[in-house]
């Protein structure tokens, strides 16, 4: 059952704004089975984004079940365009920067292992909820807990592994809806001088792009630096770095440790500075930031009903999670999409949820007739580009589905 929290899931206050409110919908990784919704209508939960005008947390506040979400998990990350070599690059640096052989590394939600996989001559031990990833990550030699990670469970590691020289999260704490029982579970997890690296996506690309397609019932907080430090703080830990990548967007990768063991580089106070210079502090800047996602969608609208007038095929490309919430947002469907393209095996032949948009492989699609492509994958948008040359070469074009809605 859905449960809707009243307090901001950071500092506790009850001075929460909802900013934007992307309507009803289905969990975005729902794909369904052509028909499925006429005998099991699609469950839908409000998508309502918060803002907290004590600590500047934007969150959701309706925090659909961990289990409906994360214990089947469609998202491989080892499957996924350069997730690997990210990963690998990841895994280089910290063991350079922070490992001796034979030290204790943990990850919280490691997926298939793509990255503890890639470290050589340390422990490695990976807290993975979905059942249907933790025994890939095992065949790579990962050991793997198949639980949701928990302060209960970080304390049950220490006594049987002993403590972590490094804990990481990659794209998996902002998805955990209690961040005082991840606080105290990283305060039970690391040894003295060790060091937690957590890397999310960053409220500044929603800003920047309105990229609003992150906002999903998967990920209950976004992340600016800020309200993270102040967070930290109060548990005795401290953010000391951090680095921005260009990786789903942009994703930011924070540092911390105890509070005190590490030397904590200028450019972190620097950074908060700049967000609240940015105006992220108060709610003013979450309200423009509606009005432009609801222009954009409105656009995006606007432009689709015209070419669809024109007797134009429109389609669309990647059936990503993140192409899910502007779609059902703006209200398009299979009446004006005919199909989206996937190369995922896994995905082809379902339909995305709510829009019923079949998904088909991309042989399939080069034998449809299609004059545009609505770019669901956009992150993906060179890579894409270059694998339709002949789609684009016939005159095809494609359509940026956020911001500006650029045709190219
Ligand atoms: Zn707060």
């Known amino acids: 059952?859905?449960?809707?929290?009243?307090?901001?899931?950071?500092?506790?206050?009850?001075?929460?704004?909802?900013?934007?409110?992307?309507?009803?919908?289905?969990?975005?990784n729902r794909n369904v089975?052509?028909?499925?919704?006429?005998?099991?209508?699609?469950?839908?939960?409000?998508?309502?984004?918060?803002?907290?005008?004590?600590?500047?947390?934007?969150?959701?506040?309706?925090?659909?079940?961990?289990?409906?979400?994360?214990?089947?998990?469609?998202?491989?990350?080892?499957?996924?365009?350069?997730?690997?070599?990210?990963f690998q690059e990841y895994a280089q640096e910290i063991?350079?920067?922070?490992?001796?052989?034979?030290?204790?590394?943990?990850?919280?939600?490691?997926?298939?292992?793509?990255?503890?996989?890639?470290?050589?001559?340390?422990?490695?031990?990976?807290?993975?909820?979905?059942?249907?990833?933790?025994?890939?990550?095992?065949k790579?030699?990962?050991?793997?807990?198949?639980?949701?990670?928990?302060?209960?469970?970080?304390?049950?590691?220490?006594?049987?592994?002993?403590?972590?020289?490094?804990?990481?999260?990659?794209?998996?704490?902002?998805?955990?809806?209690?961040?005082i029982d991840v606080m105290k579970g990283f305060k039970a997890l690391l040894k003295g001088d060790g060091v937690g690296v957590i890397q999310a996506h960053y409220l500044g690309y929603i800003f920047d792009t309105l990229g609003y397609g992150d906002i999903y019932h998967e990920h209950l907080s976004y992340y600016a630096l800020r309200p993270l430090v102040r967070f930290y703080k109060k548990f005795g830990l401290e953010i000391f770095d951090y680095q921005m990548l260009p990786f789903q967007g942009v994703s930011i990768r924070i540092y911390f440790g105890h509070a005190g063991?590490?030397?904590?580089?200028?450019?972190v106070a620097a950074l908060a500075k700049e967000e609240l210079d940015k105006g992220?502090?108060?709610?003013?800047?979450?309200?423009?930031?509606?009005?432009?996602?609801?222009?954009?969608?409105?656009?995006?609208?606007?432009?689709?009903?015209?070419?669809k007038k024109q007797g134009k095929h429109i389609a669309a490309y990647g059936a990503a999670a993140k192409g899910v919430p502007i779609l059902n947002y703006a209200g398009i469907t299979d009446k004006l999409v005919d199909f989206c393209v996937d190369g995922l095996p896994d995905k082809q032949g379902l339909c995305m949820p709510q829009s019923h948009i079949p998904i088909i492989s991309p042989e399939e699609a080069r034998t449809r007739p299609v004059d545009y492509y609505l770019l669901l994958a956009w992150n993906f948008r060179e890579h894409i580009a270059e694998k339709e040359s002949a789609f684009v070469s016939r005159g095809g074009k494609f359509i940026m589905p956020i911001g500006e809605i650029e045709i190219f």
Not at 2 to 25: A, E, P
Not at 261 to 267: A, G, I, L, R, T
């Open 280 to 307: 992220w502090g108060s709610i003013g800047a979450y309200r423009s930031l509606a009005r432009a996602v609801s222009q954009s969608r409105d656009k995006l609208v606007a432009i689709l009903t015209k070419l």
């Open 33 to 86: 089975k052509p028909g499925e919704w006429l005998k099991n209508p699609e469950p839908m939960y409000p998508l309502k984004t918060y803002f907290c005008r004590d600590c500047g947390l934007a969150q959701l506040l309706d925090v659909v079940p961990k289990e409906e979400l994360f214990r089947h998990y469609p998202f491989i990350s080892s499957g996924v365009g350069n997730t690997p070599k990210h």
């Open 1 to 28: 059952m859905l449960t809707h929290n009243k307090q901001c899931r950071m500092c506790g206050s009850q001075k929460l704004t909802m900013f934007l409110d992307l309507g009803d919908q289905p969990p975005a």
């Open 140 to 179: 790579r030699g990962v050991p793997t807990i198949a639980e949701f990670f928990s302060g209960k469970l970080a304390k049950a590691i220490v006594k049987k592994y002993g403590k972590a020289a490094v804990v990481l999260g990659n794209n998996s704490i902002p998805h955990i809806d209690n961040q």
């Open 95 to 138: 063991q350079k920067d922070f490992l001796k052989p034979g030290e204790l590394v943990v990850e919280v939600g490691g997926n298939d292992g793509v990255l503890l996989s890639e470290l050589k001559g340390v422990k490695t031990l990976n807290v993975e909820p979905a059942l249907n990833i933790a025994p890939l990550a095992e």
């Open 261 to 267: 063991k590490h030397k904590v580089q200028p450019k």
